[in-house]
């Protein structure tokens, strides 16, 4: 353990799981409840947002921050992914001095056999981002696991933008029995209304900018959605980034919120979402909304 003082506060860190489970084995108690926030670090407001949900919701908080990279099919993307642990104790310990931070080292989880165990999601797994990314769910449930198994916490938040991870995390807890309320957290998006992510970081100004674009074309794929078909819904959207030469659309899908299965009529007692990944020059961006 390593505890951080500011102003006569502590911030306590853990980079080994061993000593993480000693110390919250001291302060748990019969009916005391613990959040958990699992990042890959970078962290912006839509991160410490979720933090402060689970402060407010929880006795006590713990943020995990690993960069897992069982869950990137794109070594490149996995070596580029932004790593910024001192920015991220500063942003934190000015949230709050009580939440507990867990930066493991890839061996103190995976112990020197780092890959991803195999998980049947119910098909969950084989739409939109798994289609694109091959393993990349297994490697999220592997690594959601045994945080989850490590840190036992009584409420998880996760936010909305990886809705189709939210959902797969979910499954995950009913099929392996795990005892853990998965919260889903509305998106949080920047001035510009584009989504936040840590890969944002990796736009240009001009990029972040023009990248505002995105939602604009979501917002207004809700708006035909209402009155058009999804055939003609996807063909919109599908036609407003033809004509843009900054972004390359990887896909554009609207699909039943529970099974996440791509549709082709509209029945009116399901619930639908839009899912879009974008290119930005090699930066790969996604985001949701939902069409109700």
Request: aromatic share 10%; with cysteine; hydrophobic share 40%.
């Amino acid at each position: 353990m390593f505890a951080l003082n500011f102003n006569n506060t502590a911030m306590h860190i853990f980079y080994s799981k061993v000593a993480l489970i000693a110390y919250l084995k001291t302060i748990k108690t019969a009916n005391s409840t613990i959040g958990f926030v699992p990042t890959m670090g970078a962290l912006h407001q839509g991160h410490l947002a979720l933090m402060q949900r689970s402060i407010k919701e929880n006795d006590d908080t713990v943020v995990s921050i690993f960069v897992n990279p069982t869950q990137f099919n794109n070594p490149e993307d996995l070596e580029k992914y932004p790593r910024t642990l001192d920015e991220d104790v500063k942003k934190m310990r000015n949230l709050s001095d009580k939440i507990i931070l867990y930066a493991p080292t890839v061996d103190d989880i995976y112990e020197g056999h780092t890959f991803s165990q195999p998980f049947d999601f119910d098909g969950l797994e084989n739409q939109m981002e798994g289609k694109f990314r091959p393993g990349h769910f297994n490697g999220v449930g592997t690594i959601v696991k045994r945080l989850f198994e490590i840190v036992t916490p009584t409420n998880a938040y996760f936010g909305e933008k990886d809705f189709q991870q939210l959902q797969i995390v979910k499954k995950m807890v009913e099929k392996t029995h795990l005892s853990v309320n998965v919260v889903g957290c509305p998106i949080f998006r920047e001035e510009s209304q584009l989504a936040m992510s840590s890969r944002n970081e990796r736009l240009t100004p001009e990029e972040r900018k023009e990248a505002a674009i995105i939602y604009k074309i979501l917002t207004e794929a809700k708006e035909k959605f209402q009155t058009n078909s999804p055939e003609e819904t996807i063909k919109f959207v599908e036609n407003s980034f033809k004509d843009n030469e900054r972004f390359d659309l990887e896909y554009f899908v609207i699909a039943d919120e529970s099974t996440l299965l791509p549709i082709d009529h509209k029945s009116k007692d399901k619930n639908y979402r839009a899912f879009i990944a974008v290119f930005v020059n090699s930066i790969r961006l996604i985001d949701t909304i939902s069409l109700n």
